[in-house]
């Protein structure tokens, strides 16, 4: 498939044209954009420039909203809420963030529930926000099913991711982010598109049959990672980021959308403050703990790949399908 490379700049340039075609206010386009260059950035590539038609799609159609101002609507505790006013979730990041951050510096903890939102990116950007203030951050978000129950063969839960990252006094943060399903939807959509296929054990057919083509997957279903330990963790998630914060599970959205686009549901996520719970040793702790992980060679810590990838991209810029690229000077 012909390539074509591009700066950091120019995918910034690329995405904010179309996100401000289809009519996104300056704070909704720059919440988006953002989101869509750190994925470039790192390497996440099924995060990136790959999602731009169908948020663009969700734009254009009205059916997200391009000049969401979500809102602070409780304070209880160290639990807030957020109203996502149906824009992206990286604009209600914006909003809420900085208050989670700074509730959870001051009691040792927090909680965040933003509901009426769509969420389509990774979840470990949040989490690094979260981690760059020194604390440990966790996060989760529900979608629409596309992910059948080990021994089952209906779509009951969507790929419910989760990301959870400790914080390092120096160098990136250890941030794991991962849908509870074999793999991410995006990785099985781009293999669709590239014409390969996928491990066994990602997902099966309409008729419930194991199959590694991508295309099959999407007609019938993906699985859980670990059989019945990731449908638990799917379930956990479609339980805390839905009916606990007052949104919906992954059924629940599904009925409620219309298949354009990333579908309107809700995100939770937690702070903590380590140094609160266990001093000045939970740091020392951590990076004792790391070191000796990491004198095993071969060891690889959560994050490192995308953290070995972020230096590069400024010089070596990022490529992406000329037809994606295509695709998305049109939105322009």
């Keep these: 498939m012909p390539q074509i490379k591009l700066s950091l700049d120019e995918v910034d340039a690329l995405a904010r044209a179309a996100f401000r075609k289809v009519g996104c206010d300056e704070a909704n386009a720059s919440a988006l954009t953002r989101t869509v260059w750190r994925a470039e950035r790192d390497g996440a590539k099924s995060h990136g420039l790959f999602r731009v038609p169908a948020l663009v799609a969700a734009l254009a159609s009205g059916k997200a909203n391009k000049t969401a101002t979500p809102k602070i609507t409780k304070r209880a505790g160290v639990v807030l809420q957020v109203d996502g006013d149906q824009g992206y979730a990286p604009t209600s990041h914006d909003v809420g963030l900085p208050e989670l951050i700074e509730v959870a510096k001051t009691h040792g903890m927090a909680g965040l529930a933003i509901r009426d939102v769509f969420h389509f990116a990774a979840l470990w950007p949040e989490v690094e926000t979260i981690c760059d203030a020194g604390l440990v951050g966790y996060a989760m978000t529900a979608s629409p ?66 199959t590694t083509d991508p295309a099959k997957i999407l007609e019938g279903a993906q699985l859980p990672f670990g059989g019945y330990k990731g449908a638990a963790l799917a379930l956990m998630v479609d339980l805390m980021a839905g009916p606990m914060i007052g949104e919906k599970t992954s059924l629940g959205i599904e009925a409620a959308d219309d298949g354009v686009g990333p579908a309107l549901g809700g995100q939770t996520i937690f702070a903590f403050n380590p140094e609160m719970f266990g001093g000045a040793d939970a740091m020392v702790g951590g990076e004792a703990l790391f070191a000796d992980l990491k004198s095993d060679p071969g060891v690889r810590l959560p994050g490192d790949r995308r953290a070995a990838v972020r230096p590069t991209t400024p010089t070596d810029g990022v490529e992406i399908p000329a037809s994606l690229h295509e695709a998305i000077q049109g939105l322009t």
């Design 145 to 210: 099913p596309y992910m059948a129950m080990p021994g089952g063969k209906r779509r009951v839960f969507g790929t419910n991711p989760i990301a959870w990252g400790w914080p390092r006094n120096e160098g990136a943060p250890v941030i794991y982010d991962m849908a509870t399903a074999h793999s991410a939807r995006g990785e099985v959509m781009m293999a669709a598109r590239d014409g390969h296929d996928v491990p066994l054990g990602a997902g099966i057919d309409a008729d419930g049959n194991p």
